[in-house]
């Protein structure tokens, strides 16, 4: 989510928007969109809490020469009765971490209704916990992965029945519809909380040749050794950016901005190759598409076929929320949302999130 730039590079945030409509597993039904307005509290009567079970492991994705260790948590309610499979995917930033996650998986999780739940946090390669190598990061790759973290035999998220619910906030979402749109994937059903499909540079300054070749020397610079450290120190690696950053568009409401989760966020980035994904995500490599019309696009190629809900916020930053408003009413968005909160309403805003996934699922499973 670094925003801050150099050689005439101005702060910017990342875009985002949403989409998201009802229906059912075995015989989707689809139907006109449907656009809430989420309240702001939280009625748990109908279904109460109960404990959960928190297990954290690592899963080697092979990529190419590559064997990356991936980061990942599991959290249920510990017993042996069957369960959905849920898979959350972290919002893909310079701090992207599952941590983002955890409220809404314990909450979904411990809820006791119809269904049980089983719910997976992954750190994407190069962020969060995982292995961070010097690999030539783009939207391709990080959707190899996904696609290889969802398929693979030996995937922590692979089961017999092939049900599973994706839950992606920002880019995340965006790759997760893209994988789906191409078949690569199928899930149950797609939220997409908070989406984006733009790099913070290019969203400002655009995609001509003169732009892409600053993104290059950018990009090549913050790969670079020693000075590539020096310049990510600047732009991304310190506390006083990271809190600049959270207080000016990634929360709606500076006062939940804790010391514990600067400090939390500025440790991920003095891990060793921090900087790798940074840059690619800073220039608009990891860029799912390239244009609204595209992205509006991907959400249309579901239709019929993958229910998908999106949550859009209320405090996102003005140019999150024209592409939010673009989705609203668009094909393949079976209903869409406004919650509290801005660019990572998962972390900001827990429990009202969960309550709107959990809501979703029930609209698949229960009814």
Not at 116 to 136: A, E, F, H, Q
């Amino acid at each position: 989510m670094a925003s801050s730039a150099i050689f005439n590079f101005l702060p910017s945030s990342s875009l985002s928007s949403l989409s998201f409509r009802n229906s059912r597993t075995q015989t989707p039904n689809f139907y006109n969109p449907l656009i809430v307005k989420a309240s702001t509290s939280v009625d748990y009567s109908s279904s109460s809490l109960a404990g959960t079970s928190t297990k954290n492991n690592n899963w080697v994705w092979k990529y190419k020469d590559n064997s990356v260790n991936i980061y990942y948590e599991e959290h249920d309610k510990g017993s042996d009765e069957p369960c959905k499979n849920i898979l959350m995917i972290p919002t893909i930033s310079d701090v992207s971490t599952v941590e983002e996650w955890r409220s809404v998986a314990k909450d979904i999780t411990g809820r006791n209704g119809k269904v049980n739940y089983r719910t997976t946090i992954v750190d994407w390669p190069g962020l969060g916990y995982s292995d961070r190598p010097k690999l030539d990061y783009n939207a391709d790759v990080m959707e190899k992965f996904l696609v290889d973290f969802i398929n693979a035999p030996d995937s922590p998220v692979n089961n017999s029945d092939k049900d599973l619910v994706v839950f992606g906030g920002g880019h995340a979402a965006t790759l997760a519809v893209r994988a789906a749109k191409k078949g690569l994937v199928k899930p149950t059903a797609i939220a997409s909380i908070a989406p984006t499909w733009a790099g913070p540079l290019p969203i400002v300054f655009g995609r001509d040749s003169s732009m892409e070749t600053r993104y290059g020397f950018l990009r090549g610079t913050l790969r670079a050794p020693a000075v590539g450290w020096m310049m990510y120190n600047v732009l991304v690696s310190n506390e006083k950016s990271i809190t600049s950053q959270y207080k000016s568009h990634v929360y709606a409401d500076p006062e939940k901005v804790t010391p514990y989760i600067i400090e939390s966020r500025f440790a991920l980035t003095k891990r060793q190759g921090a900087r790798y994904v940074p840059a690619a995500f800073l220039t608009g490599l990891l860029d799912p598409v390239k244009s609204r019309e595209e992205f509006v696009q991907l959400f249309a190629e579901l239709e019929g076929k993958i229910p998908c809900l999106v949550l859009a916020t209320a405090g996102s930053p003005k140019r999150s929320k024209a592409e939010m408003e673009a989705l609203k009413e668009a094909k393949g968005v079976s209903k869409y949302v406004e919650v509290p909160g801005a660019l990572l309403p998962q972390e900001e805003c827990p429990e009202i999130v969960a309550e709107q996934l959990y809501r979703f699922l029930q609209e698949i499973y229960e009814l």
